[in-house]
């Protein structure tokens, strides 16, 4: 079996607020696998990865009963691996909050506030590197929204691993959404823009976790140069290996230009049906 360990940074719990907070970015629980390359992950290493998990879920359950009741739960993976450079970097954050703030998603946000939506964002690239860039929050009005916004495009980039950890980036997001359980929705949005060569395999991470979650995946080509045959290649490969749950779908962004048109699209789609009507005042 491959040298499997769990890496866990400390945190703390803020008890009575409405959401489970870390002190600081990248304060999150990692899987790592010493392993490199595609090579096919043993039924132990798999059995391993479902206790780990469950251990996870069942520290996160009193959170659960402590947070607010939310009608999704959306936690955005962001790749920062090595192929992404500083200037992708740049447009995948703004283009994220540009995305967020847009008339028809902030719409599709803020009404029905009453029973708000939840999102947390994070980075990944290799097995250990998995940073928190945007703690759950609950977008109760725009001003909540906005500040979420001006968190992204404030954030900087840190040193971190080259490779491509996708099932590192599965596991993580599961487990960041393990203490969302009041919300009637819970999803896992995965932007990646190449294929997993480091850690578990995105296709050998089944944990309880992810039971009930939808994960979709915003796949970024490289552009107008991009072979067509290499585009669906990728595209391919994500709706093969990552999505799963109920309604999963796949988004295409043809490079990191288009990265804010494609979200925009993603974002609309996955918070179609979720807008509640505002309740009446009582006389």
């Known amino acids: 079996m491959a040298n499997l360990s769990l890496v866990w940074l400390p945190a703390t719990i803020s008890w009575g607020a409405p959401l489970c907070t870390y002190d600081k970015p990248g304060q999150i629980a990692a899987l790592t696998d010493g392993r490199r390359g595609g090579a096919m992950a043993?039924?132990?290493e798999v059995a391993m990865l479902r206790a780990i998990f469950i251990a996870l879920?069942?520290?996160a359950l009193p959170l659960a009963g402590a947070a607010a009741p939310c009608r999704q739960a959306l936690a955005l993976g962001l790749d920062v691996s090595g192929s992404v450079d500083e200037a992708e970097y740049r447009m995948q954050l703004d283009g994220l909050a540009a995305a967020l703030?847009?008339?028809e998603v902030a719409r599709a946000l803020v009404e029905g506030a009453g029973?708000?939506?939840h999102l947390l964002v994070y980075e990944w690239s290799g097995p250990r590197?998995?940073?928190i860039v945007a703690e759950w929050t609950a977008i109760t009005d725009a001003a909540a929204l906005a500040r979420f916004a001006d968190t992204l495009r404030a954030t900087r980039r840190v040193p971190a691993a080259p490779s491509t950890a996708l099932g590192t980036a599965l596991a993580t997001g599961a487990s960041l959404l393990a203490g969302q359980s009041a919300c009637w929705t819970r999803t896992l949005d995965i932007s990646g823009d190449g294929l997993s060569n480091a850690g578990p395999r995105p296709q050998d991470i089944d944990l309880p976790a992810l039971d009930g979650v939808t994960v979709n995946a915003l796949v970024i080509?490289?552009?107008e140069g991009q072979r067509q045959a290499?585009?669906?290649y990728l595209l391919g490969y994500f709706e093969t290996n990552v999505i799963r749950g109920p309604g999963a779908f796949a988004e295409q962004?043809?490079?990191f230009a288009d990265y804010e048109r494609a979200m925009v699209r993603k974002l609309l789609r996955e918070l179609e049906g979720l807008v509640i009507g505002r309740a009446e005042p009582a006389q």
């Open 101 to 103: 703030t847009h008339p």
């Open 57 to 59: 879920a069942l520290a």
């Open 129 to 131: 590197d998995q940073r």
């Open 221 to 223: 080509g490289t552009g």
């Open 230 to 232: 290499s585009a669906g």
């Open 115 to 117: 029973v708000p939506v």
């Open 42 to 44: 043993g039924l132990a």
């Open 253 to 255: 962004a043809e490079g």
